[in-house]
């Protein structure tokens, strides 16, 4: 009889991440921005196959309460914790822990508008992935879109026999009862022993040696997944393509909106190549050979229906968008683009004075400068995740408390280790990324309704020493209570200069405490 993790790795969890292309309102602004009528806005149907610990899962169904939300994960852990948070966010979140063969026979499920799956088309089997296509075959409706991440060829090339090599060690070289987390250390650094020789696949490639630094700093939950899975294949885009015909599936665009603009990463003579091929499957393959692509976010449509140049104008000009960090800060920052930074500037200080605008409002405010330019400077800001996408006024306020509520178990656990670094935002239908001791100035914030530094700072030292834990900061841990009031007295300070104002206007939190 198979084990019910089917190679898969269960010992460790998934690490709690939020992926915003998973979001529907950030599918609906792919969608139109790559000229294809999107799904409903409000009450429609989401599901997302795989969801790990839910942080997404759950942001998105606390964000749309007009809306109905299925989730589905085979490993128990991920469930339990999933639908713990839906009940006390109380939202209508449907968790189900079934395997991908079993959710097929389930005969209660809906028609869905939307159907995500992050990650995991690289981590099963052949027969799990048949699973998947059919799921969206039966259950994905006409109009309906997917949204699809995964490894792809032939960026991973490189590193693929790198993958290779310690999953092969962790499996024959180490013992089983060492757990994950060891054996993953093991194969890690016998890897980097065997690179440190500088020899045959390894010799001179400085690319690998970064990557194998780069990964001793990573999550062991989330590298645990990546290389130690049983079931691993690298696929072609074009492979992919041909697997999700049989759903009737089509390519529609990149999820990440800013990688929608090749012309911004491609120099003139691969552009000029590139735009010589009709065949969408021909010229997204070419495309990735040019950028070496390792890892896509596709947005796949059933039945897509084009919209005319001035429908599309008209439902791009309808967005509205706001800042996801402070101006100043934001400000500091090199641009993720070299394209205008003088219009990113001019749209920064907009936003930040209006609190949020609709395309068409910053265009105007940008009228010396082409209208197509403006929506790419837009494009690239919210990919890069400087800017959010706003929702319905009345949608946002309406989904205040579930979000709040979702808040304040993340809060709540705050300084225990291994939540989440991100609160949901009813006006943004997403997540803004928070640390772990802001959010515990955040709780206590609102629960002992502390609003001067040195009493957040006592109330927070109060949290912290009863579970023993004491503030990292520059490397070195705080070992007198002395030493940690003041390094929290600075960190209640800033976080109520800057991080409280920003939650407060995204309705992340309440604007008052009394």
């Not at 007009?66 to 589905?72: A, L, M, T």
């Not at 939202?91 to 809906?110: G, H, I, K, M, W």
């Not at 700093?217 to 074009?238: G, T, V």
């Not at 939540?419 to 935002?425: D, F, K």
Request: proline content about 4%; hydrophobic content about 40%; aromatic content about 8%.
């Amino acid at each position: 009889m198979a084990e019910w993790h089917d190679g898969y790795v269960t010992e460790l969890t998934y690490t709690q991440g939020y992926y915003r292309e998973l979001s529907p309102l950030a599918m609906r602004f792919a969608l139109q921005c790559a000229g294809f009528k999107a799904p409903p806005a409000q009450g429609f149907n989401y599901c997302e196959l795989g969801f790990g610990q839910g942080v997404s899962l759950n942001v998105h169904a606390a964000a749309h309460p007009d809306s109905r939300f299925w989730g589905n994960d085979f490993n128990p852990a991920h469930a339990r914790h999933a639908g713990a948070l839906a009940q006390a966010a109380g939202t209508n979140l449907n968790v189900l822990e079934a395997s991908f063969a079993e959710l097929l026979q389930r005969t209660d499920l809906p028609q869905f508008d939307y159907i995500g799956l992050h990650g995991i088309w690289s981590w099963v089997s052949d027969e799990n992935r048949a699973h998947l296509v059919e799921f969206c075959r039966r259950y994905l409706k006409s109009g309906g879109v997917l949204y699809i991440s995964y490894n792809c060829l032939p960026g991973w090339s490189q590193a693929a026999p790198l993958r290779h090599l310690m999953n092969e060690y962790a499996q024959r070289q180490t013992a089983v009862g060492d757990g994950m987390s060891r054996r993953l250390d093991a194969a890690l650094d016998f890897t980097r022993q065997l690179a440190g020789l500088n020899l045959g696949y390894f010799a001179g490639t400085g690319v690998l040696q970064e990557k194998l630094e780069g990964m001793s700093r990573q999550s062991r939950n989330y590298l645990a997944h990546e290389y130690m899975n049983q079931d691993w294949r690298l696929m072609y885009f074009s492979e992919v393509a041909e697997c999700l015909k049989a759903a009737k599936l089509d390519f529609a665009a990149s999820a990440a909106v800013n990688e929608q603009l090749d012309g911004l990463r491609i120099p003139a003579a691969g552009m000029n190549l590139l735009n010589g091929i009709s065949d969408p499957v021909m010229r997204q393959t070419v495309r990735d050979y040019l950028l070496n692509q390792q890892f896509r976010r596709d947005l796949f449509i059933r039945g897509g229906e084009r919209m005319t140049s001035a429908e599309q104008k008209r439902v791009l000009d309808e967005w509205r968008f706001t800042l996801l960090r402070p101006l100043a800060q934001l400000l500091e920052e090199k641009p993720r683009s070299v394209v205008a930074p003088e219009v990113r500037k001019a749209i920064l200080e907009k936003l930040a004075e209006e609190g949020e605008c609709s395309l068409s409002d910053l265009s105007g405010h940008c009228k010396a400068h082409p209208l197509l330019l403006v929506r790419q400077v837009l494009m690239v800001m919210v990919g890069g995740g400087e800017l959010a996408l706003c929702q319905p006024a009345a949608v946002a306020a309406a989904a205040a408390e579930a979000c709040q509520a979702l808040n304040r178990v993340w809060c709540d656990r705050a300084g225990e280790g291994g939540e989440s670094a991100y609160l949901a935002s009813p006006r943004t239908a997403g997540a803004v990324q928070l640390g772990a001791l802001q959010q515990l100035m955040l709780g206590v914030y609102e629960s002992a309704c502390a609003n001067e530094a040195s009493a957040l700072a006592a109330r927070a030292w109060e949290k912290l020493a009863a579970l023993g834990q004491r503030v990292v900061t520059g490397g070195k841990t705080c070992e007198s209570p002395e030493d940690n009031m003041a390094a929290l007295t600075r960190i209640a300070a800033e976080f109520l200069a800057r991080d409280l104002p920003l939650m407060q206007r995204l309705g992340c939190c309440r604007t008052n405490v009394s």
